[in-house]
């Protein structure tokens, strides 16, 4: 599994896990609201930092529109700088976006992201951004949302996803999904998601498990 880093003060204990586990990847980013007191990456932070070989992702990285308020120039400048680095160092990034989704497909073509690829993480948005993010050589990850009884709009969407550009994940500790929900998450529950979108998806859940561990270590080349 991959542990996300969301800001530089927290990538010791991420990249802790993964030298402590064969089985943990890390990442190393900064959160698009990760402001109040927290480090804003230097191109050069990103770059010493994410060279570490036990880091297989830049990121988590992207735009929030929903979170924060004000002039955001601050937030799509930190964005350019993670895909710079992810260029420049070959590796593929992990993208959030709520509520910027065509700001983030601007931004990803403009700074090339498509030459490293990467996940647009615990997707929500509608099919065409999934297939511009696609065209950019983007997979798409599901995350326990789509179990969630208001969530119609994703399940129509995550059923028409190629089966080899498609991830699941839990975003834990948030967004556990049923029937633990309102519960605290945790990597564990990663199975109920997988289970129910193969069930949406009319296959089994070994069928599933095993193309999205194959697109895992097709996007994440440097955990393989």
Same mark, same amino acid.
């Given at each position: 599994?991959?542990?996300?880093?969301? +800001?530089? +003060?927290?990538?010791?204990?991420?990249?802790?896990?993964?030298?402590?586990?064969?089985?943990?990847?890390?990442?190393?980013?900064?959160?698009?609201?990760?402001?109040? &007191?927290?480090?804003?990456?230097?191109?050069?932070?990103?770059?010493?930092?994410?060279?570490?070989?036990?880091? !297989?992702?830049?990121?988590?990285?992207?735009?929030?529109?929903?979170?924060? +308020?004000? #002039?955001?120039?601050?937030?799509?400048?930190?964005?350019?700088?993670?895909?710079?680095?992810?260029?420049?160092?070959?590796?593929?990034?992990?993208?959030?976006?709520?509520?910027?989704?065509?700001? !983030?497909?601007?931004?990803?073509?403009? +700074?090339?992201?498509?030459?490293?690829?990467?996940?647009?993480?615990?997707?929500? #948005?509608?099919?065409?951004?999934?297939?511009?993010?696609?065209?950019?050589?983007?997979?798409?990850?599901?995350?326990?949302?789509?179990?969630?009884?208001?969530?119609?709009?994703?399940?129509?969407?995550?059923?028409?996803?190629?089966?080899?550009?498609?991830? !699941?994940?839990?975003?834990? @500790?948030?967004?556990?999904? !049923?029937?633990?929900? &309102?519960?605290?998450?945790? @990597?564990?529950?990663?199975?109920?998601?997988?289970?129910?979108?193969?069930?949406?998806?009319?296959?089994?859940?070994?069928?599933?498990?095993?193309?999205?561990?194959?697109?895992?270590?097709?996007?994440?080349?440097?955990?393989?």
């Amino acid at each position: 599994m991959l542990c996300v880093c969301v +800001e530089l +003060e927290s990538f010791e204990e991420v990249r802790q896990a993964a030298l402590a586990h064969d089985n943990v990847f890390a990442s190393l980013g900064v959160h698009p609201n990760a402001d109040d &007191g927290a480090r804003d990456p230097t191109l050069d932070e990103l770059l010493t930092f994410g060279s570490d070989p036990l880091v !297989v992702a830049i990121g988590e990285t992207g735009l929030d529109y929903f979170r924060s +308020e004000g #002039d955001l120039d601050w937030q799509r400048e930190r964005f350019r700088r993670h895909i710079r680095a992810a260029r420049v160092l070959k590796k593929p990034l992990i993208i959030h976006t709520r509520e910027a989704a065509s700001d !983030v497909i601007k931004i990803l073509r403009e +700074e090339r992201a498509q030459d490293v690829g990467g996940v647009m993480h615990c997707f929500v #948005d509608d099919l065409k951004t999934a297939r511009d993010a696609m065209s950019l050589g983007f997979y798409i990850s599901i995350s326990g949302i789509v179990t969630f009884k208001s969530a119609q709009d994703l399940r129509d969407v995550a059923v028409q996803i190629p089966l080899d550009r498609l991830l !699941v994940e839990t975003d834990s @500790p948030w967004l556990a999904p !049923v029937p633990h929900r &309102g519960k605290q998450n945790e @990597p564990a529950y990663v199975t109920h998601t997988a289970s129910y979108l193969a069930e949406l998806r009319g296959i089994s859940p070994a069928t599933l498990a095993e193309a999205t561990s194959e697109n895992f270590f097709r996007l994440f080349t440097a955990a393989a």
